[in-house]
Antibody, heavy 122, light 107 residues
């Protein structure tokens, strides 16, 4: 059974960066896209970007271009999302999610991490 | 970006009711649409992909239909565990956007 386990909650100051990890177990890691989706309190879902580990390159939503970096370490089956220049509007739960179909960049998300709450406060 | 508009945004229904949620896209997305269910404090759960294919383990009371710019999710007989928020997501083009959500509450 595939499991995605994310790192714990973070409290960050405005202007700083946060790095969230997502460790996969079960199934194959390298050829399924891992996306990052965030959800601000009481709000909907927002796709930030994704990576297919075996390809190495990431795609990002234009809204986050230049502020977000997504990488994957195949040796540890772990994906990471780093968001910089944090502002109050970035306070949200950040989820990683696996693409259902191997090798497909645009794929529905069949497994999700438990979410990581990032609080941005001075 | 492709905009997805779900209707209704809020729905009050009783156990046993038949429920329909519509997702309208700002441009054609063929059948590249997924539906998710989210309960408070939990990650979303994939219900349907390809507009009409039920994800493994999802009860058959859930069904999806449509293509192009209008796609629907139907719950044939609402169960207590179905009270949640439902989101559609288009996977036709980048970025893969979500609808704003439909909250299904108990009447």
């Amino acid at each position: 059974q595939v499991q995605l386990v994310q790192s714990g909650a973070e409290v960050k100051k405005p202007g700083s960066s946060v790095k969230v990890s997502c460790k996969a177990s079960g199934g194959t890691f390298s050829n399924h896209a891992i996306s990052w989706v965030r959800q601000a309190p009481g709000q909907g879902l927002e796709w930030m970007g994704g990576i297919i580990p075996t390809f190495g390159t990431a795609n990002y939503a234009q809204k986050f271009q230049g502020r977000v970096t997504i990488i994957a370490d195949e040796s540890t089956s772990t994906a990471y999302m780093e968001l910089s220049s944090l502002r109050s509007e970035d306070m949200a739960v950040y989820y990683c999610a696996r693409g259902r179909f191997p090798g497909e960049w645009l794929s529905s998300h069949d497994y999700w991490g438990q979410g990581t709450l990032v609080t941005v406060s001075s | 970006d492709i905009q997805l508009t779900q209707s209704p945004s809020f729905l009050s229904a009783s156990v046993g009711d038949r429920v329909t949620i519509t997702c309208r896209a700002s441009q054609g997305i063929s059948n590249y649409l997924a539906w998710y269910q989210q309960k408070p404090g939990k990650a979303p759960k994939l219900l349907i992909y390809g507009a009409s294919t039920l994800q493994s383990g999802v009860p058959s009371r859930f069904s999806g239909s449509g293509s192009g710019t209008e796609i629907t999710l139907k719950i044939s007989s609402l169960q207590p565990e179905d009270f949640a928020t439902y989101y559609c997501q288009q996977l036709n083009s980048y970025p893969p956007t979500f609808g704003q959500g439909t909250k299904v509450e108990i009447k």
